[in-house]
T-cell receptor, first 109, second 114 residues
């Protein structure tokens, strides 16, 4: 199974906030990432957070890190139909990057 | 700035045949990665190069998969012979250095083995 776990599906209405959750297992991970993958495309880095931080905000994106519980979340404010995609959480330590299975976000108009 | 280029975009082969994928990383990026992404799963690292040397190939099925990056730029990934379970998207990524450097992904090659 995956070391990094995510729920597989999330559906929201346009304009609502989306929260995608992730748990990881390696407390030594130094970086944690959120990637977005649209159909037929490669992965696009959305944002990342260092393991010594607990929050990072970038425009509509807010990343929260609970290191004690090894829990990472991505909040998308004012979700738009263009945000529909698969979102991958990933952890990195040294040269090793491990991805979750991805959360498919569907935004309904 | 040109992104990571991969070809072909799609490939359909029969089991036991051979196939090769090509990747051209972003200019100046020393580190190159090959990932396998099976449908419904996250990408899994197959091999990582730093310039033309292998940093990590622990997840590469070496009995059938091989990869090279001879001049430290382009890379090829080969499967010989292919099995049904090799059906996946093969993603190439590159980064300036190692560690936490941002990885830039190509569009991938979708392989279907019948």
């Amino acid at each position: 199974g995956e070391d990094v776990e995510q729920s597989l599906f999330l559906s929201v209405r346009e304009g609502d906030s989306s929260v995608i959750n992730c748990t990881y297992t390696d407390s030594s991970s130094t970086y944690l990432y959120w990637y977005k993958q649209e159909p037929g495309a490669g992965l696009q880095l959305l944002t990342y957070i260092f393991s010594n931080m607990d929050m990072k905000q970038d425009q509509r994106l807010t990343v929260l890190l609970n290191k004690k519980d090894k829990h990472l979340s991505l909040r998308i404010a004012d979700t738009q139909t263009g945000d529909s995609a698969i979102y991958f959480c990933a952890e990195s330590m040294d040269n090793d990057m491990r991805f979750g299975a991805g959360t498919r976000l569907t935004v309904k108009p | 700035e040109a992104g990571v280029a991969q070809s072909p975009r799609y490939k359909i082969i029969e089991k036991r045949q051979s196939v090769a994928f090509w990747c051209n990383p972003i200019s100046g990026h020393a580190t190159l990665y090959w990932y396998q992404q099976i449908l419904g799963q996250g990408p899994k690292l197959l091999i990582q190069f730093q310039n033309n040397g292998v940093v990590d190939d622990s997840q590469l099925p070496k009995d059938r998969f091989s990869a090279e990056r001879l001049k430290g730029v382009d890379s090829t990934l080969k499967i010989q012979p292919a099995k049904l379970e090799d059906s996946a998207v093969y993603l190439c990524a590159s980064s300036l250095g190692q560690g936490g450097d941002e990885q830039y992904f190509g569009p991938g090659t979708r392989l279907t083995v019948t």
